[in-house]
């Protein structure tokens, strides 16, 4: 038998044990989304380490009306392709009211051309794309611009004539990941969440572009799925890159009233940046004659980088009052300070 003297000696040595096991023996579980080992885990390109936990609240803002700009600023934009797809018919059905459409040579050249024309103009530093086919599509789009991006990222679904999102950057690449799989195990992503780290001008800029599921064949509950995961992804790595400008954009296929964007921005821990704005300078879609805003951009708020206030705008095909550059939608684009 252990004696009484014995017992109260092994008692605090146990707790001791229990609290060493606890903090450090156990890892976070690992999973699609979670990001317990991460590249931008150390310095940052331009500054201090990370402090986990983000800032929230005005400072989110710099510019017109709320703190002075004091960083290098850069331009973003999210534009819709809408069914920008090669001359390869890989579904097997491509007639006039298929979903795929097999192109010829001259019209694929064409579509890249306009498409390219449009790009060139935004003169953007990022741009979130949506509805390119596959990565050699985007490569051929890259290389009709003025000025070819060197970072040029595509997520593969990997489906039969899927069209996917994608990121151009200016700056370097320092990682890419993709994710599929949603906090609701009734769904998946409808295309690939595309998280993107770059080193812009020596800061640190983290990316994500998103296309969430459309209305046609509507799967709201699938909308809102991605939205709440989107949502965690996104905040989780805020709060350990606080040093990092984070930002999100694409169509969401939804307006700012909805549930899937009130579930992104309910908590004040991402902002929308078009908020308060006026919906003619900020609609990228009309549907049944009635301006919408489906297209957005948002950021998390941290030390390393804030909207530039009332900079955001959609752009127009000149003498339209929706799409641009052959698109149906219309561009958003925005400019962002880094710090």
């Given at each position: 038998m252990?004696?009484?003297?014995?017992?109260?000696?092994?008692s605090?040595?146990?707790?001791?044990?229990?609290f060493?096991f606890?903090?450090?023996g156990s890892?976070?579980p690992d999973?699609?989304?979670?990001?317990p080992?991460?590249?931008?885990?150390?310095?940052d390109?331009?500054?201090?380490?990370?402090?986990?936990?983000?800032?929230?609240?005005d400072?989110?803002?710099?510019?017109?009306?709320?703190?002075?700009?004091?960083?290098p600023?850069?331009t973003v934009a999210t534009?819709?392709?809408h069914?920008?797809?090669?001359?390869i018919c890989?579904s097997?059905?491509?007639g006039?009211?298929?979903f795929e459409?097999?192109?010829?040579q001259a019209?694929?050249?064409?579509?890249?051309?306009?498409?390219a024309?449009?790009?060139?103009a935004l003169?953007?530093?990022i741009?979130?794309?949506?509805?390119?086919?596959t990565?050699?599509?985007?490569d051929a789009?890259?290389?009709?611009l003025d000025?070819?991006?060197?970072?040029?990222?595509?997520?593969?679904?990997?489906?039969s004539?899927?069209?996917?999102v994608?990121v151009?950057?200016r700056g370097?690449?320092?990682?890419s990941?993709?994710?599929?799989?949603?906090?609701d195990?009734?769904?998946?992503?409808?295309?690939?969440?595309?998280?993107v780290d770059?080193?812009?001008?020596?800061e640190?800029v983290i990316?994500?572009?998103?296309?969430?599921?459309?209305k046609?064949?509507d799967?709201?509950?699938r909308?809102i799925?991605?939205?709440?995961?989107?949502?965690?992804i996104?905040?989780e790595?805020a709060a350990?890159?606080?040093?990092?400008?984070?930002?999100?954009?694409?169509?969401?296929?939804?307006?700012?009233?909805?549930?899937?964007?009130?579930a992104l921005t309910g908590d004040?821990?991402?902002k929308r940046?078009a908020?308060?704005?006026d919906i003619l300078d900020?609609?990228?879609?009309v549907?049944?004659?009635r301006?919408?805003?489906?297209?957005?951009?948002?950021i998390a708020?941290?030390?390393?980088?804030r909207?530039?206030?009332?900079?955001?705008h959609s752009?127009?095909?000149?003498?339209?009052w929706?799409g641009?550059?052959g698109?149906?939608h219309?561009a958003?684009?925005?400019?962002?300070?880094?710090?």
């Amino acid at each position: 038998m252990i004696n009484q003297r014995f017992r109260s000696c092994l008692s605090p040595l146990l707790l001791l044990c229990v609290f060493w096991f606890a903090a450090c023996g156990s890892a976070p579980p690992d999973s699609d989304w979670r990001d317990p080992v991460d590249a931008w885990q150390s310095d940052d390109v331009g500054g201090e380490q990370d402090a986990v936990g983000s800032v929230v609240g005005d400072g989110w803002r710099s510019g017109p009306g709320a703190e002075a700009i004091v960083g290098p600023v850069i331009t973003v934009a999210t534009f819709n392709q809408h069914h920008l797809s090669d001359t390869i018919c890989q579904s097997g059905q491509c007639g006039p009211n298929d979903f795929e459409r097999k192109w010829s040579q001259a019209e694929f050249d064409a579509r890249i051309a306009e498409r390219a024309a449009a790009i060139d103009a935004l003169n953007a530093d990022i741009i979130f794309l949506q509805e390119v086919e596959t990565q050699a599509v985007l490569d051929a789009l890259n290389a009709a611009l003025d000025d070819p991006y060197p970072v040029a990222i595509l997520a593969e679904t990997g489906y039969s004539a899927s069209l996917d999102v994608a990121v151009l950057a200016r700056g370097a690449l320092v990682d890419s990941r993709e994710y599929s799989e949603l906090n609701d195990s009734t769904y998946r992503f409808s295309r690939r969440f595309l998280r993107v780290d770059l080193d812009i001008q020596g800061e640190r800029v983290i990316a994500f572009s998103a296309h969430f599921k459309a209305k046609y064949q509507d799967q709201a509950g699938r909308r809102i799925a991605e939205a709440k995961t989107a949502h965690q992804i996104v905040t989780e790595v805020a709060a350990n890159h606080d040093g990092a400008l984070v930002i999100l954009g694409g169509d969401l296929n939804d307006t700012p009233d909805s549930e899937p964007l009130m579930a992104l921005t309910g908590d004040g821990l991402l902002k929308r940046v078009a908020e308060g704005m006026d919906i003619l300078d900020v609609y990228t879609f009309v549907y049944q004659q009635r301006r919408q805003e489906i297209d957005h951009l948002l950021i998390a708020p941290t030390r390393g980088g804030r909207y530039v206030n009332e900079s955001v705008h959609s752009l127009h095909d000149e003498g339209e009052w929706v799409g641009y550059g052959g698109s149906d939608h219309s561009a958003l684009v925005g400019q962002f300070e880094m710090r």
